[in-house]
């Protein structure tokens, strides 16, 4: 049973509209969660993270909410552009399992020029 | 170099062929992991070394063997590899218990079994 969902396998956007990509998990011991940004033949890497004692972080384009009693998130990209056409993964960790993050099966974003 | 360097790019192995991934990080980190990723499916995470001592093995068959020489560098060796083991298969490295920016992850090696 996947502990970190993410419902929607691709998503299409406008460029310059808002993209909101989805996270959902099930472990209510998740106290901090990241989001990751993969190109292909790419590594993931680091875009934005929150803890629980939060319920947004902002960095720039990109906003993560976080709903604890909904255990949901989502990220904000706003405005989408087409260098931000990639896979997102949503990760989550346990303050007693420390680095080891349960990673989303990932979103597909497309920006449409 | 810099960040998280993983070789080979590509791999093709026969079934009956020995083979090894190696990964390498210069970033100072204490801790190092092997993900494979299938299409389709969420990152599955295969071993943790932590201060170089493999802390976890999620029941990852026994024909995939970690090696953690010290604290840079790591191997996974591949033996009898069977088709459905074809998958990117991602290094990464953190330092322990500091989970602010997570993982710092390599390109990856593409495997193909045949």
């Known amino acids: 049973d996947q502990q970190v969902k993410q419902n929607s396998p691709s998503l299409s956007v406008q460029e310059g509209r808002i993209s909101i990509l989805n996270c959902d998990y099930t472990n209510s011991m998740f106290d901090y969660f990241l989001w990751y940004k993969k190109y292909p033949a790419e590594g993931p890497t680091f875009l934005i993270s929150?803890?629980?004692?939060?319920d947004k972080n902002e960095d720039g384009r990109f906003t993560v909410f976080l709903n604890k009693s909904a255990k949901h998130l989502s990220l904000h990209i706003v405005p989408s552009q087409p260098g931000d056409s990639a896979v997102y993964f949503c990760a989550a960790s346990e303050r007693n399992y420390g680095q080891n993050f349960v990673f989303g099966p990932g979103t597909r974003l497309s920006v449409l020029p | 170099e810099t960040g998280v360097t993983q070789t080979p790019r590509h791999l093709v192995m026969g079934m009956t062929n020995k083979k090894s991934l190696k990964c390498e990080q210069h970033l100072g980190h204490n801790a190092m992991y092997w993900y494979k990723q299938s299409a389709k499916k969420p990152l599955e995470l295969m071993f943790v070394?932590?201060?170089?001592?493999?802390?976890e093995n999620n029941s990852v068959p026994s024909r995939f063997s970690p090696e953690c020489p010290n604290s840079s560098h790591l191997f996974l060796h591949l033996h009898t590899l069977q088709p459905e083991d074809s998958a990117l298969y991602l290094c990464?490295?953190?330092?322990?218990?500091?989970?602010?920016?997570?993982?710092?992850f390599g390109s990856g090696t593409r495997l193909t079994v045949v």
């Open positions: 070394y932590s201060l170089e001592e493999r802390v």
């Open positions: 990464a490295s953190s330092q322990v218990w500091d989970r602010g920016y997570g993982y710092t």
């Open positions: 929150i803890s629980s004692i939060k």
